[in-house]
T-cell receptor
Framework: GEDVEQSLFLSVREGDSSVINCTYT??????LYWYKQEPGAGLQLLTY?????DMKQDQRLTVLLNKKDKHLSLRIADTQTGDSAIYFC??????????FGTGTSLTVIP | DAGVIQSPRHEVTEMGQEVTLRCKPI?????LFWYRQTMMRGLELLIY????????DSGMPEDRFSAKMPNASFSTLKIQPSEPRDSAVYFC????????????FGSGTQLSVL
């Protein structure tokens, strides 16, 4: 199928780490992305990973890719209230189409 | 660069009326995408263009929806006639065609059809 799957909700306490998971479908996808959407706004690119990489770290963000299982995760260290948003994973498939997951709504509890 | 620009930001209309959403992609981007976001269906790809040519419109819900890209700096998404179930946030996004290029989104148009 074409579904990119994510769990819908995640709550964490301020200062803890958040881990948002995603399962994608196309093993030939070359790039995988994480986007953040704040209320009333468009999607902003957070980070991305090339499919031949296992891990990418960018400040508080760590992306892990398990290509065998088609599993992508985003870890946010020291989660802050400003990180509360909806997080989308996306895959770029052949033909340059971007497919997005359902989004995970992250709530950070002070 | 100003980013992807969409207008209007909000649109409220009555059922049966024609609605036109507008998008200006980032200069130099040769791919343009229209997405629709709803609570029930998440983010759906409606149609995308490459070099102003529609490549895949299989996501367009029905014939009431049409999209055009008359030049590299402008695209429209039209709904005629509009229905309440078309209420959603419509996003335009653009990207360069290279493999490692990212997709950049506009702020969206919140459409409410009464």
């Amino acid at each position: 199928g074409e579904d990119v799957e994510q769990s819908l909700f995640l709550s964490v306490r301020e200062g803890d780490s958040s881990v948002i998971n995603c399962t994608y479908t196309d093993s030939s996808s070359t790039y995988l992305y994480w986007y953040k959407q704040e209320p009333g706004a468009g999607l902003q690119l957070l980070t991305y990973i090339f499919s031949n990489m296992d891990m990418k770290q960018d400040q508080r963000l760590t992306v892990l890719l398990n290509k065998k299982d088609k599993h992508l995760s985003l870890r946010i260290a020291d989660t802050q209230t400003g990180d509360s948003a909806i997080y989308f994973c996306a895959e770029r498939r052949t033909g340059n189409q971007f497919y997005f997951g359902t989004g995970t709504s992250l709530t950070v509890i002070p | 660069d100003a980013g992807v620009i969409q207008s209007p930001r909000h649109e409220v209309t009555e059922m049966g009326q024609e609605v036109t959403l507008r998008c200006k992609p980032i200069s130099g981007h040769d791919y343009l995408f229209w997405y629709r976001q709803t609570m029930m269906r998440g983010l759906e790809l409606l149609i995308y263009f490459n070099n102003n040519v529609p490549i895949d419109d299989s996501g367009m819900p029905e014939d009431r929806f049409s999209a055009k890209m008359p030049n590299a700096s402008f695209s429209t998404l039209k709904i005629q006639p509009s229905e309440p179930r078309d209420s959603a946030v419509y996003f335009c996004a653009s990207a360069r065609g290279l493999a490692n290029e990212k997709l950049f989104f506009g702020s969206g148009t919140q459409l409410s059809v009464l």
